[in-house]
């Protein structure tokens, strides 16, 4: 009895450690922010503030359009994953893993060797007109690359918990498969739809290695926190990041009321 | 009528070949077999939900084998019942009304005339969640029912019901066969299934269908005492307690 105390307290120890080690920086951010220097950079100085508010604006857009994307073109996939076997998927779910693995500066490379001005589809992207060094699209490409693994496998297992025997019945009264799937499937996975997308979206928000690499420009709010804390030091950047720190708190507080609904 | 010709079909490792199988009009023929037989495959096959190697499935004359489900006419009822679990009972009942594109009141005449042949009336605002397993099953034929359907196939329909609500959908099931005159495949291991339902019983073992005969002469079938054996024990446990 002694001995499983003992080892319960030492557990416990090691999960204070854990807890203080996870919470301790979020804190630190707020409570070294500095009112001052925000009302400097939101309130007092146009330019600092019109540079900021478009960095927070870019961000937010970026991310809301890779998360609709990652839903649109994600649902099928992740359908196809849940429900079908066939050759060679074991392969296709690494494949859609793969971004999850990679370096996140290597992940930016990865995107322009692909669809860069000198990336192997440059061909078509250039008779498309589409160019992702420094635009808004290069920032929406590279944050759909870095989140659709997370939308995709999160909707795959709410899919797959989706009894099958549901679809079989809706179809033998007449549904096609596609009707089958949207009255009954999709409303069945709606919250492992919106955790994904949540959780997707979190991820996309905090991208900045890859985006340094593809499009520096327009800047978003990661890029900006870095750049001004190699220009003006910590104090600036503090301020800069609660902004962020408050959306990605928002989104995880959602995901929380989404799963425990 | 429903007739079946040289039908293969492979689910992994498992093979299940049908080399006749006719079904009348408004028969109730029951597939008896042991766990693994192939009788899941077959109502699948017959429905759409596997693919079929080989082999024909005809009803009414059309071969329906390269169909789509939804386009076969055939209604099921699997042994989980199935029930839309975000639709009231209700809204499950149309949902094969809607899918025809029926008008609202032609939906709610129907529903309310099956749901009151069933006794269901007072379920209809209900979520499945909120019915106990002899309702669900009852709200499962509704729906299945309600679309008039060529064929009815039941997949263990009883199993997940108490010795006491399964006497009654035994009943249930039967009166509604006779008064509707439905053609139904009934997919079963359980024997006092067969004799309580059939009119016909075929018989599968290990995929293959081995006998298909009426219930009078299947029950004095070597295939019928074989199968019983196995519930000997239960039977001398009946015996000493006199039931």
Not at chain 1, 44 to 57: D, E, G, K, Q, V
Not at chain 1, 227 to 236: A, C, D, I, K, T
């Amino acid at each position: 009895m002694r001995r499983v105390e003992a080892s319960l307290l030492v557990a416990s120890s090691i999960a204070s450690v854990t807890i203080c080690f996870l919470f301790i920086p979020v804190a630190a951010l707020f409570i070294l922010f500095d009112p001052r220097t925000f009302a400097k950079i939101f309130l007092l100085n146009p330019t600092l503030y019109t540079i900021a508010r478009s960095a927070l604006l870019t961000t937010f857009e970026a991310s809301a359009s890779a998360t609709a994307l990652n839903i649109a073109l994600g649902i099928p996939l992740a359908y196809i994953l849940a429900r079908k076997s066939f050759r060679g998927k074991r392969v296709l779910e690494s494949i859609v893993d793969v971004p999850l693995m990679l370096p996140h500066s290597v992940a930016g490379i990865a995107i322009l060797c692909a669809f860069g001005r000198a990336g192997l589809l440059a061909p078509i992207t250039q008779r498309l007109g589409i160019v992702i060094e420094d635009t808004f699209l290069g920032i929406v490409a590279v944050m759909a690359f870095v989140s659709a693994p997370i939308f995709i496998d999160t909707a795959k297992v709410g899919f797959a918990s989706i009894d099958r025997e549901l679809e079989i019945v809706a179809r033998s009264l007449g549904a096609s498969a596609l009707r089958a799937f949207i009255t009954v499937t999709l409303p069945l996975s709606l919250r492992a739809i919106a955790a994904g997308a949540v959780l997707a979206w979190a991820r996309a928000l905090s991208e900045v290695g890859a985006l340094l690499i593809v499009a520096y420009y327009p800047r978003t709010i990661n890029v900006l926190t870095v750049e001004w804390f190699s220009m003006f030091g910590l104090r600036y950047t503090i301020a800069l990041s609660i902004p962020l720190a408050l959306l990605a708190i928002a989104l995880f507080v959602l995901l929380r009321t989404v799963i425990e609904r | 009528m429903i007739s079946i010709r040289r039908l293969v079909v492979r689910r992994g490792g498992f093979r299940l070949v049908i080399e006749t199988l006719d079904v009348e009009d408004g028969e109730y023929l029951v597939v008896l077999g042991r766990s693994g037989a192939g009788k899941t495959t077959l109502l699948y096959a017959i429905a759409g939900f596997v693919d079929i190697e080989q082999g024909s499935i005809v009803v009414d004359g059309v071969d329906i084998s390269s169909l789509p489900p939804e386009r076969r006419g055939i209604a099921i009822v699997p042994q989980s019942y199935a029930l839309f679990p975000h639709m009231r009972v209700y809204d499950n009942i149309a949902y094969g009304l809607r899918v025809r594109g029926l008008s609202r009141s032609e939906i709610e005449k129907r529903v309310r005339e099956i749901a009151r042949r069933l006794e269901i009336e007072s379920l209809l605002d209900r979520y499945p969640a909120q019915l106990s397993g002899g309702e669900k099953q009852r709200v499962a034929l509704a729906r299945a029912l309600v679309v008039e359907p060529k064929l009815l196939l039941l997949d263990e329909p009883f199993t997940n019901l108490d010795p006491e609500t399964r006497k009654s959908a035994r009943e249930l099931v039967k009166e509604l066969h006779r008064e509707l005159g439905f053609t139904a495949i009934h997919a079963t291991h359980m024997i006092v299934d067969a004799y309580a339902m059939a009119s016909r019983v075929a018989y599968l073992e290990r995929g293959r269908l081995v006998a298909v005969m009426d219930r009078h002469s299947f029950f004095r079938s070597p295939y019928a005492r074989r199968y019983l054996e196995e519930y000997s024990d239960l039977i001398d446990v009946a015996r000493e307690l006199g039931v």
